[in-house]
């Protein structure tokens, strides 16, 4: 029987578990920190061995595999040691992709990975396909391949997933955009970030599918550089494509494989240029794996969006307020300021990541008429933008920074959090960052 470790006992690591154990493999699961009593009682009930607050190294190197949660990074001592010895070390993409035959749609990107792959999801099951969808979204894949049997798998895929892959390859592969994110794990080399998302593709063949953003000039370098073996499929605003998708007027055109459409922009459900370029993806993707175009044309239109992503929440006095806590990097904070049109109270700030916040300046200068920075450190934001925007308030908590919001805000204005930053020094994650800007509102 192999035995299969399991480092870090969050989402990833049950997940991995759960597998295992369908699998016919010994499993530990171990994780540096504490597991959440949710995952203890998963974990107690199919009897597996695991443990917290500490790695027992004896049992972990003794492993024929080992699953590395995403969170944990390979510079890590015990990684190495593992490496040093040749024991395989993975991500859980790579280990549940052997279990199932079912056909993926592999999403990443620096932004918009989230709502393309919901999007991409909810046009495969309106048109009736069985489809599941995984990965950085709701439940871990290897936690829903040992549960279900899909036909057809949407995953979004973060690079840190992607660094633990060895054969994972997915029917269609996206990458929607690249921007410097993470280089704090990169060793503050944005090439290698850029190498990190290329992974989607280092295993496809001429019968896979890579679509991609043709505008995004980092990608565009990036294929010159990584060359594919699958067919490039781009998508683009600005560009008149012969394959791929693109936008004439406000009509997107989409040709591939030789099937065609046109839908009107009007037809989206969701605001702005960059949810134009998740669509195109989206569909594109949907087409590419059977859905019909009439299909796609009509549930396009019904799509909501995802929760913490530009989520109108509640009008009030006249001003919107809008939770964009999912806006965890600069690049997805330009996009909300872009795309919103009205006078903004902008609230931002939280764990810097190497941030360089003067792209957002033209944006800043034109649209927002105050900042409320809500971090432990504060001191870039104020650096740059202090002698732009007046007034500029520091807060420490979700609470009094929606009271400053409402006070500062004017009729016709938004209040608008898109942090810019990690959420790991006031809460635990975006989620509970948004959940908390939602309840604070409702308070007023």
Not at 142 to 160: C, D, G, P
Not at 271 to 295: F, I, P, Y
Request: glycine share 8%; charged share 25%.
């Amino acid at each position: 029987m192999s035995y299969l470790v399991a480092l870090g006992g969050g989402e990833s690591g049950v997940g991995t578990a759960l597998l295992g154990i369908k699998e016919g493999f010994e499993v530990f699961v171990s994780d540096k920190g504490m597991i959440k009593e949710e995952y203890k009682k998963v974990l107690e009930h199919i009897g597996i061995e695991w443990e917290e607050n500490h790695h027992t190294e004896a049992k972990i190197l003794s492993a024929d595999l080992v699953m590395k949660s995403p969170g944990i990074p390979d510079t890590v001592p015990l990684v190495q040691r593992l490496r040093d010895k040749g024991i395989p070390v993975i991500s859980e993409i790579e280990f549940a992709a052997g279990y199932t035959a079912a056909t993926v749609i592999g999403i990443t990107g620096t932004n918009g990975k989230t709502t393309t792959t919901s999007l991409a999801y909810h046009l495969l099951k309106e048109a009736g396909l069985d489809a599941g969808v995984a990965g950085n979204i709701g439940s871990s894949f290897a936690k829903s391949v040992a549960e279900q049997t899909f036909r057809y798998y949407v995953l979004e895929i973060s690079s840190f997933q992607l660094d633990g892959i060895l054969e994972f390859k997915p029917k269609v592969a996206v990458i929607t955009n690249i921007t410097p994110d993470h280089l704090d794990r990169y060793e503050y080399q944005f090439e290698k970030y850029v190498a990190s998302k290329f992974r989607i593709a280092m295993n496809q063949d001429s019968n896979d599918y890579l679509i991609y953003d043709a505008d995004d000039e980092v990608i565009q370098k990036g294929l010159l550089k990584h060359p594919v073996q699958s067919k490039k499929v781009p998508f683009s605003l600005s560009k008149t494509l012969e394959e791929g998708a693109w936008l004439e007027e406000s009509t997107i055109k989409i040709h591939v494989e030789s099937k065609t459409l046109e839908m009107s922009t009007e037809f989206l459900a969701l605001d702005g240029q960059h949810n134009v370029k998740n669509a195109m993806a989206a569909s594109l993707a949907a087409l590419l794996v059977g859905v019909r175009k009439e299909a796609i044309k009509q549930s396009i239109q019904t799509f909501q969006g995802v929760p913490h992503r530009l989520e109108k929440v509640l009008k009030i006095n006249h001003v919107e307020y809008i939770n964009d806590s999912k806006a965890t990097n600069v690049n997805a904070a330009y996009y909300a300021l872009e795309g919103i049109k009205k006078p903004l109270v902008w609230i931002v700030g939280g764990v810097d990541k190497g941030n360089d916040y003067t792209q957002l300046m033209p944006l800043v200068r034109e649209k927002v008429k105050a900042i409320i920075c809500l971090g432990m450190d504060n001191s870039k934001l104020v650096e740059t933008f202090g002698n732009v925007v007046e007034p500029m308030v520091e807060t420490y908590s979700m609470e009094e920074a929606v009271k400053v919001a409402y006070k500062i805000a004017e009729r016709g204005d938004a209040v608008l959090l898109s942090p810019a930053c990690a959420s790991f020094d006031l809460f635990q994650n975006y989620e509970d960052r948004g959940d908390q800007f939602k309840a604070a509102i409702r308070k007023l």
